[in-house]
Structure formats: C-alpha cells, structure tokens
C-alpha cells in the first residue's frame, strides 16, 4: 500500500493542499496524506470556495510521485476512487462530470483537484486534493442546496467519516498501483462519463477564451474531450467549466 503510508490529521487548518505542498517540499514521501476536520480556505478549480461544514465531510490531500506520463491518469484514479467509495458506502451508482465532478443523481458529491510542481520533463511531486461530501445536509446551504449531494442523503442516516475515509484510500491505492503498472485508466474512467454525445457548452473561467457551443464527441487517452463546435469544426478541451445545454 503507497498510499496512508504516513497520514497528517488537523483539527483545524487553512488548507489541506497548502499543507501537503509544504510537506512534499520538505521530502515526504509519496502516499502522504494530509487530512483535516475543517479547513478554512478549501478551494476548488479557479480557486472557487469548497464549503465544507466542521466535521461533517472528508477534505483530504495526497502528496504522490508520478513521472509525467502518469499525471493524466491521477485525475481519473481520484474520480474513480470516489465513486467507487459512493458505491460501496450508498449502494447507488455514481456518475462523473468532465472533468472531475463526481455526481449521484445529477448532484455534486465530490471536488477534485490535482496540483503538480514539475522541472523539465520530471515531476517533482503531485498532489490529489478531494473533498468528499460525506454528512453535509446541502439544503442548509444556500449555495449548493440544489446543486450538491451527499453520502447521508443517500443512506437515509449519518456516515462514519473514519470508515468512510478507509475505503476512499483503499480504492485511490488501488488505482494509483495500477498507474504505477503502467496500466490506462482511461476506458473505465470514461465509461463512468456522463455528457458524451450530449450538447453542451465550454467556458473556461479566468481566461479570456471564448464559451464554445458543442457536442462532446469522445475522450481521449490523456482525458481531454474532443467536441464537435456548432460549425462543424472538432476542438480537444484539456481544461473548462462544461454545462449542459437543452
Ligand atoms: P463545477 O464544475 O461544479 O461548477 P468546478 O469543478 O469548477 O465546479 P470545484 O473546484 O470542483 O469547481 O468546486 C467549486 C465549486 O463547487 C464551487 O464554485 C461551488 O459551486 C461548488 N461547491 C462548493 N462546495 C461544495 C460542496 N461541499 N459540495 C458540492 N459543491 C460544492
């Protein structure tokens, strides 16, 4: 097992990622995990706000040392992770939103972040951020009442977080052995997709490019999405917020 090989717990902390990066800095090894009980700057893509009430929900951090070839993976291994945790936990089957939205029934269940610190062609160190709604109860929050769903909800009573935390690294160990093998997460990732074939839209918050109106055609090995632009013209997305259009 790489991953729990050392693991930081924080009652209280700004960041789990910031914490990680500073060990990974430091010389940690690979599999450590920061985790925390609340954090009080958790952020997303676009340094977006990850609301996370004290003690109801999983924050977690994982400082690994893929080469380059395996980065495109780390993303996929964290979503496939965290479904696959739902599906044990809840019973229900999850679906994922390109690029890194893990939804049960429509609603985001799952944050996913990955952040990397590269020289040349080597990576220095990874680190998978994910916040996992565990015991949130959304329509507390007006923010993500309609948009946000949690493991509770879908169990009908509170979680254990500790249990709940055990098998998220189980099955995130589980696919990062597989990356290390060499092994392509792509197929079983994409097969949990939710949006191909379907029209939609592409903005990328915090450029200036232009929202593209498309239709997602397929995923490509490194989990870009190549989509069909509404004047016929194929475009490959690495990056960027995807809606649904009607
Ligand atoms: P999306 O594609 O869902 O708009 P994103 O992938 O760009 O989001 P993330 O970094 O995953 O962004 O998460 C930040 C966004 O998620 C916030 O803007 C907010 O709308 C939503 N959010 C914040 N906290 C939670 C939570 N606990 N559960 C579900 N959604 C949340």
Same mark, same amino acid.
């Given at each position: ?25 430091? @010389?940690?090894? +690979?599999?450590?995990?920061? %985790? /925390? ?6 952020? $997303? *893509? ?92 959304? @329509?507390?929050? +007006?923010?993500?009442?309609? %948009? /946000? ?6 169990? $009908? *009573? ?89």
């Amino acid at each position: 097992m790489i991953i729990g090989s050392r693991i930081h717990f924080f009652r209280q902390t700004a960041s789990t990622m910031d914490e990680c990066r500073s060990l990974a800095r430091t @010389g940690s090894i +690979e599999g450590t995990v920061v %985790s /925390a009980n609340f954090q009080g700057a958790g952020r $997303g *893509r676009f340094q977006r706000l990850w609301l996370s009430p004290s003690g109801e929900n999983i924050q977690v951090s994982i400082l690994l040392r893929p080469t380059i070839t395996q980065l495109p993976y780390l993303n996929m291994a964290a979503a496939l992770a965290a479904s696959n945790t739902a599906r044990e936990i809840t019973g229900h089957h999850s679906e994922i939103k390109w690029p890194n939205d893990v939804q049960l029934a429509g609603k985001k269940l799952c944050g996913i972040l990955i952040e990397s610190e590269i020289s040349g062609v080597e990576v220095d160190f990874a680190i998978i951020g994910i916040g996992l709604n565990v015991n949130l109860e959304p @329509g507390r929050h +007006e923010e993500i009442k309609n %948009s /946000a769903s949690s493991l509770k909800q879908f169990c $009908g *009573r509170t979680v254990s977080r500790s249990q709940t935390f055990r098998i998220l690294l189980k099955h995130l160990d589980y696919y990062y052995e597989r990356i290390k093998a060499g092994e392509s997460l792509t197929s079983e990732w994409a097969s949990k997709l939710n949006m191909l074939g379907c029209n939609i839209q592409i903005s990328f918050p915090g450029t200036n490019k232009p929202t593209i109106n498309c239709k997602a055609d397929s995923l490509n090995e490194d989990g870009s999405l190549s989509v069909r632009i509404d004047d016929g013209s194929m475009f490959t997305a690495t990056a960027g917020e995807v809606t649904l259009r009607s």
